[in-house]
Every structure is written in C-alpha cells, then in structure tokens.
C-alpha cells in the first residue's frame, strides 16, 4: 500500500504539471512541469522525501525499460531519420560530449567550493 501512496503521490504532480502545461503558452513539456513542482515542494519541505522516495527508487530502477517504447519508435521511424542521419549523428556526439566537459567542470568546481568551506571550518 505504501507503493500505491507514493506512486500517486508522484502522479498527482504529473497532473499538475499536465494542468500547468495546458494553462501557460511556454514551449515547455509536462514532465518538466511536473518534476520542478515536484522538486519544489520537496525543497519547500511541503511533501517529505519519505512521502516519495521508494516508488522513486524503484521508478529508477525500471528505467531502462521506459526507453524500450521510445527506441521500437525510432525503428519505425527509420524511413524518416535515414535522410537525415548523419548530422543527427553528430549532433548526439557533440552534445553528449559538451554535457559530459561540462558535467565535469561544474563538478569539480563544487568539490573544490566545498573543499574550501571545509577547510575554513
């Protein structure tokens, strides 16, 4: 029972970042709107992370699963994507890698700031 809870607790956002999406004009997707509430109200301490955490982890662990739909699209689609392949292909690269230097610089950067907090105390 306590899974139920917590996985409808995680829902009820889904729908309000459904509702948000539907009420503002932004280009922006559901999911996010529902995960910054989500992250919001858990910083907010208004819904405590024991309230979400284990449909959360699990959530996480089946993850590779959620994609399975998603790549059986791509193959379907594949008449559309092969004309336009290659550039796709080089985009995924190049951005992958952007995000993985500056995943690592950010990262860095924080070990040191807390290295020096550290120290200072």
């Known amino acids: ?16 970042g459904e509702l ?3 009420l503002l004009p932004f280009p ?6 529902g995960l910054v ?6 910083e907010l301490r208004i819904v405590r ?3 979400v955490r284990d449909a959360g982890n699990f959530l996480i662990e089946i993850m590779p699963l959620l994609f ?3 790549g059986a699209g791509l193959i379907d689609a594949w008449d559309a994507l092969k004309p ?3 550039p796709l292909l080089v985009i995924m690269v190049v951005s992958t890698l952007i ?3 500056v995943s690592g610089h950010v990262t860095q950067f924080m070990m040191r700031r807390k290295n020096r907090e550290d120290k200072r105390q």
């Open 37 to 42: 509430l989500l992250f919001l109200a858990l």
């Open 84 to 86: 336009i392949f290659l």
């Open 99 to 101: 995000v993985m230097v």
């Open 20 to 22: 948000l999406k539907y």
């Open 49 to 51: 992370l024991d309230a």
């Open 68 to 70: 399975i739909p998603a």
């Open 1 to 16: 029972m306590k899974y139920v809870r917590q996985f409808l607790l995680i829902l009820f956002f889904s729908f309000l």
């Open 28 to 33: 922006v997707p559901a999911s996010i709107y």
